[in-house]
């Protein structure tokens, strides 16, 4: 493979080998970190620390539950994580009351011109009393307390509500802003001892939701101006998973079942497998289902494994899940050749070579070095070591600049853009460097082999507006779900693309080591970057309905959404979901499609879960019998998706706008697709009223590979209730 996207812009940081969830049949002693969960904790009296301890006790063979037992889950949900051997972990896997026992996998990670471009602006109305009482969580590689933008002027006590602490570790202080910190890890050693964060990436994320606004932000005079959170009056609550790119399962769970104790309003998850994972094996649905069960929704990004189809690694249906897009700020760097011909690249990478010129170097000219044609440039990477300082290296494969940096390269070309499968974001470089595309570099291979002494300079970076269409970036995880097909993934989109927020002093801008700049901003992208956009204006509405449930805010998102274009979106609503957010349409929804506890009960009945794995999950005595016929394609979602040549629908929404409203139904669908919504007006009496509507959606020819886009809005003249209608 050409390109890979390891370390750039934590984008893909190394993805750490999954452990399989198969049972190895050799029997051994070695033993490993397993997750056994045990669903919703009793209501009745119940000790869960002794409860896991005594299952501990009857299957563990040669330690004490003391030693084995590494988290016990016991403040929001039940269960606990214990290092097992495979015969004592096949044990548990048959007793009563557990859902699931699975190996705690390592995960990975998946900034602000972003607000204004939506059309936020800083002066946008606020209610400030109010916003001073929202508490994000934060699930990351931690923050920098330091930063500008968590200082805690202005501030008053944290809100009653909060039951949290400030465990971060030894050095760490938090503020009237940052109220709440801890940390996670298996490790007990002076490296995992605290919520600091050395990497950046919860700093980066942490300050896009509610950073202060703080003005002259840059990376080395690069995406100059102010940096703000979505909610800069909210408080900050982080829970620290992640170790450089290490966010371990067990721990991630253990954060969820703190935070939800703790009183987080809302939690944003920038962090995720590669594939999605059925809902009581995912830790992250699993913590976001117990969440939503105290009204708090988590947000999180849709992961960085597209474009290819069924991509999205966040599916279960009570998360919010983002997909990332661009905004009209782009980078360019451009490259001088011989003094003369200029050509613009992209990439972020601020440094001033003040217009000197260095000597040019292809490494793929065996005339060069000992390289034949058929090692191609290659065989250079052998040769990094000779020669490079002073001197501009071309590459026609993605090199990260590490080998150049070390050996004091001056700067580096990468010529092959064009065929890069990602090539629509800029990377972030630790030396000056630009990526071409492939013609500007044919052309410079051509100057350089046909002069005697090439050279070149490479300009600092520049920031530029590009006013064009919305467009979801190459790596965001595209649907269909791969779980349940018939709910719609990602929900929506969000900026993600090279996106300036920040950042910690530790963490290298570029990611590469040896990278040694102190950055206080940096500039990223990834579905990371816009999953904090989401949970940003999650934040933002609930400051206006305080007491609205997960799914009434996640539908005002949807619902108001900007839409994006199918024509310039190869996946259409597979890639955006139901479009780009648009936070200030989404405090006046007029329309709610809410979806409760007992709603996700019935579609986990509907999809095969048991009444007795139901029961254990929520607490409650449900019973999926009620439930026998139903469709997962009935929960009350604010999108529709079907796959088959006929669907029904069954929605109701729910009036949050005008008492006394009149909406009806308008469908935008293309000719291959036929839409019938019965009853096609709605009236309404009261707020809060509910109302029932089918939609029939039925294709006249049998697609493809196609994606047809179809729409229903619901409009009282005032309001545009939109959900995207997918057939496929
Ligand atoms: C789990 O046990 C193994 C020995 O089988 C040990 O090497 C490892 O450090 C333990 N892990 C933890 C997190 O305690
Ligand atoms: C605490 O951490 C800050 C930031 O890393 C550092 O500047 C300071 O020296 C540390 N203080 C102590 C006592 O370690
Ligand atoms: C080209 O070089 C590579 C490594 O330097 C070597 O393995 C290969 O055999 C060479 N091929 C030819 C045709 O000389
Ligand atoms: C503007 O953005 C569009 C779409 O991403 C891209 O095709 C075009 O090249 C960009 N223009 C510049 C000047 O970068
Ligand atoms: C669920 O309901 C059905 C019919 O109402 C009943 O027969 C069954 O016993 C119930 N199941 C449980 C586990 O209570
Ligand atoms: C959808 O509903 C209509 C009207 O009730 C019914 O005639 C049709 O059979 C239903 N289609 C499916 C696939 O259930
Ligand atoms: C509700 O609206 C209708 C039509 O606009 C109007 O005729 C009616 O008087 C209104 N009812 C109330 C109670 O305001």
């Not at 050395?198 to 700093?203: A, K, L, N, P, R």
């Amino acid at each position: 493979m050409a390109e890979s996207l390891i370390s750039i812009s934590l984008l893909s940081v190394v993805i750490s080998t999954l452990v399989s969830i198969t049972f190895c049949s050799a029997s051994t002693d070695d033993r490993k970190v397993y997750i056994v969960y045990m669903g919703a904790l009793p209501q009745n009296q119940y000790s869960p620390l002794a409860h896991h301890h005594s299952i501990l006790q009857e299957v563990l063979q040669h330690s004490l539950p003391s030693d084995a037992l590494i988290h016990s889950y016991k403040r929001s949900f039940n269960g606990f994580a214990a290092n097992l051997t495979d015969r004592e972990r096949l044990k548990l896997s048959n007793m009563e009351g557990i859902l699931s026992v699975f190996p705690s996998r390592k995960i990975k990670l998946h900034t602000t011109r972003s607000w204004d471009f939506m059309g936020f602006k800083s002066n946008v109305k606020r209610i400030p009393m109010i916003e001073s009482d929202v508490i994000v969580g934060v699930i990351d590689t931690g923050i920098w307390p330091e930063a500008e933008s968590f200082n805690d002027e202005g501030f008053g006590p944290p809100p009653k509500k909060w039951k949290g602490s400030c465990q971060g570790g030894k050095n760490f202080t938090c503020n009237r802003k940052l109220i709440g910190a801890r940390f996670y890890s298996s490790l007990k050693d002076e490296n995992h001892n605290s919520a600091r964060d050395t990497m950046g990436h919860g700093t980066h994320t942490a300050s896009t939701i509610a950073g202060n606004q703080v003005s002259g932000a840059s990376l080395n005079g690069l995406g100059q101006g102010t940096t703000r959170g979505a909610v800069p009056s909210a408080r900050i609550a982080v829970y620290k998973v992640c170790w450089n790119d290490n966010c371990e399962d067990a721990g991630i769970l253990a954060a969820f079942d703190d935070a939800i104790a703790d009183g987080v309003d809302i939690l944003s998850v920038s962090l995720g497998g590669d594939s999605a994972v059925e809902y009581h094996f995912d830790p992250i649905s699993i913590g976001a289902f117990h969440a939503m069960q105290k009204g708090i929704l988590t947000s999180q990004s849709a992961g960085n494994d597209g474009p290819s189809r069924s991509s999205v690694a966040s599916v279960a249906p009570w998360k919010l899940s983002v997909a990332a897009s661009n905004t009209d700020r782009q980078y360019i760097t451009k490259v001088i050749l011989g003094g003369k011909t200029t050509f613009v690249g992209k990439s972020v990478s601020p440094f001033d070579m003040k217009g000197k010129t260095f000597p040019l170097v292809d490494y793929f000219d065996p005339s060069l070095d000992s390289c034949n044609q058929s090692s191609g440039r290659l065989c250079a990477q052998s040769h990094l070591g000779t020669g490079l300082r002073g001197k501009i290296i071309m590459h026609n494969y993605l090199s990260l600049g590490s080998q150049e940096l070390h050996e004091k390269a001056a700067g580096m070309i990468i010529d092959k853009l064009t065929e890069y499968q990602y090539n629509d974001y800029c990377r972030n470089f630790p030396l000056p460097a630009s990526m071409l595309n492939t013609e500007d570099g044919e052309t410079i291979i051509s100057y350089a082999k046909k002069t005697k002494n090439p050279v070149a300079t490479i300009l600092k970076t520049e920031a530029i507006r590009n006013a064009s269409s919305l467009v979801v970036a190459s790596f965001s995880g595209r649907g269909p779900n791969a779980i349940t097909k018939e709910i719609l993934k990602p929900d929506i989109s969000a900026p993600g693309v090279e996106i300036l927020a920040a950042w910690s002093p530790e963490g290298a801008p570029s990611g590469v080591p040896g990278d040694e700049r102190v950055a206080q901003f940096n500039i990223l992208s990834g579905t990371s970057m816009a999953c904090p956009h989401a949970t940003g204006a999650a934040a933002y509405v609930k400051t206006f309905h305080p007491d609205w449930s997960p799914s009434a805010i996640k539908s005002s998102l949807m619902t108001t959404a900007f839409s994006m274009k199918a024509s310039i979106n190869p996946d259409a609503d597979l890639a955006y979901g139901a479009g780009h957010i648009n936070p200030i349409k989404a405090i006046n929804p007029g329309l709610v499609y809410e979806a409760l506890e007992s709603d996700y009960l019935k579609m986990l009945c509907n999809i095969g879960y048991t009444t007795k794995q139901i029961r254990t999950l929520s607490g409650h005595n449900s019973n999926c019998s009620k439930h026998l016929n139903g469709s997962p394609r009935d929960l009350n979602y604010p999108s529709m998706i079907s796959d088959v040549a006929e669907a029904n629908f069954t929605r109701t929404v729910t009036n949050v706008g005008v008492a006394n409203s009149t909406y009806t139904a308008k469908i935008t669908s293309p000719p291959t697709v036929k839409i019938k919504v019965t009853p096609e007006v709605l009236s309404f009496k009261s707020l809060n009223e509910k109302k029932s509507f089918v939609v029939r959606a039925s294709r006249k020819v049998p697609t493809e590979s196609n994606i047809f886009s179809a729409s229903l809005v619901w409009s009282d003249g005032i309001h545009h209730v939109r959900s995207p209608i997918v057939v496929y």
